[in-house]
């Protein structure tokens, strides 16, 4: 799809969602379906205010954090946030309302800065380890009227996928605590699932914030690269990493998004959204039909799981009932699906990239913390059992280790090539499927599995893929790093839920700087589609349900 059939569609996107008459909102607060325009109008009502919401999400965590299910999201509270909500209160009496994030709190996955908690990485190395400032993200939420509300858990520098991490221990999946919820993003898709905020950060270079979406029914984008600003965030491989808004619903997947975007100085990337990023994604939701646009199936990994693929076809279903030309059996070319020449992309690129940015990054802080990347590999090895940890991790410190020796110069041929050529093929390799075959989506499932049992040696071992449950097949390389490794913009939209009650997902994938198409082809799928039930592990509390 060129650049003009794209801005055309997002410009017709957005004419057909100014034509739908906004809801009237029910006089019926209820904690646990609440969208930000929900919380908005019972603000505006008078009959909700940010601190009590704060005290209403604070007793939530309180309940099913430690106790009941021990869901383990959180690392850390920010001590100050009911102060800033009798704050934001005040002022939205006194000014009226700075927008949609006015008062409303928002968990951050702990590789984010933030000025007034410490920045851990998940890891014990860094504990306490406190940022002289806030990541422009996050500084750009606080603007916005956001409350930072808390710090949640990650796998170590966001170097695994198990949501465990050394100063938290395991994070568990509220749909069951005995299922993984992934990650690394799995306190921030946790929290969520649990509601223990509206809103929640998280960071993503393979699928870290997208497979924690897919298995705890929440709603994630990994947007394109250069949209939002990756400054202040602990690197893990800088050209691939980025950060994103993770909500559950689309609603507040948008207004999460459009505040955080802006040209940063300190991270070069975000030149390219100039005149391509939007403050406001909401003008774009609200169409109810999908007539007039082709969406490409991509069904590399399907066969795996006979209940994801299930799902996977009522999703399709869904999407054709709205109107969409749905265009099955969508293949990419061998460079791009062959797992072997992404993983030798990736590992060039990233062991160049580690030692460069992680440095960049460990340098600011204070003293007493290791300033280089090898000195952080060489202190969490020789801790293998930290007191007051959660355990070790040596599978993450033995990786750091061998990047901080197998990395080449950022002037080598090797990375040069890499950049310059093979991440260029895949992305012309990409934009001739959207071109050729004239496509504006493409879907696939997310993950191609059903979500497994917590591993209880994983972080030991580093075994993170259990033996496939009976009635499944293997798998290969899946699709999630394909939209990191081209820089595009990949959501992901629950899809149903499996047998045991586990969510599954699909992902809706697009060209650079389509997040408006994305979400609006991801919002009218939402209107179509039955809402999850909730999480029966973290039930509803006393007072989170009124009328007004």
Known sequence: MNRSRLSGLIAAVALA??????????????????TVDDIQAAFAAGTLTSERLIALYQARIDAYERKGPAIGAIIAINGKALEEARSLDQERKAKGSRGPLHGIPVVLKDNIDT??????????????????????????????GAIIFAKVNLDDFAAGGSGFSSVRGQTRNPYDPGFTPLGSSGGSGAALAAWFAPLALGTDTGGSLRSPSSVNGVYGLKPTTGLLSRTGIIP?????????????????????????????????????SL??????????????????????VMREGTG?????????????????????????????????????????????????????????????????????LSQLAQRGLE???PRGSYGPHPVIYDGLA?????????????????????????????????????????????RPRRPHRIIPDEPLTGRSVPPPPPGTAPVGVGLTNIANITGFPDLVA???????????????????????????????????????????????????????
């Open 383 to 385: 801790l293998r059992e």
């Open 17 to 34: 969602a100014a034509s739908v008459p906004s809801p009237s909102h029910a006089a019926r607060f209820d904690l646990s379906t609440a």
């Open 275 to 296: 005149g391509l990023a939007h403050r406001d994604y909401s003008v774009f939701l609200g169409r109810k039909s999908l007539a007039g646009l082709r969406i490409g």
């Open 494 to 548: 629950p899809a149903g839920l499996t047998a045991e009650g586990l969510p599954v997902s699909i992902s809706f994938f697009g060209p650079a700087f389509s997040e408006p198409l994305l979400l609006a082809v991801a919002h009218a799928y939402e209107q179509a589609m039955p809402r999850l039930p909730l999480p029966a592990h973290t039930p509803v509390l006393r007072g989170e349900v009124f009328k007004y």
């Open 304 to 372: 795996a799981d006979p209940e994801v693929d299930a799902a996977f076809e009522q999703a399709l279903a869904r999407l054709k009932a709205l109107g969409a030309d749905v265009v099955d059996n969508v293949k990419y070319p061998p460079q791009v699906v062959d797992g072997a020449t992404r993983r030798a992309v990736v590992k060039v690129v990233c062991d160049t990239e580690k030692a460069v940015y992680f440095d960049d990054y460990l340098g600011k802080l204070a003293d007493g913390y290791p300033k280089t």
């Open 402 to 446: 061998r990047r901080v020796s197998s990395g080449q110069g950022m002037d080598s041929l090797a990375y040069l090539s890499a950049k310059q050529h093979g991440v260029e093929m895949m992305r012309t390799g990409v934009m001739g499927i959207f071109e050729g075959q004239r496509l504006d989506v493409l879907v696939y499932p997310t």
């Open 115 to 144: 000025v007034d908690m410490p920045t851990t990485g998940g890891s014990f190395v860094l504990d306490g380890a406190q940022p002289s400032a806030d990541a422009p993200i996050v500084r750009r939420l606080r603007e916005a």
């Open 236 to 272: 893990t491989c800088y050209s691939f990493d980025a950060a994103g808004p993770m909500a559950r619903n689309v609603t507040d997947l948008a207004a999460m998004l459009g505040p955080m975007t802006g040209a940063d100085a300190t991270d070069r990337d975000t030149s390219a």
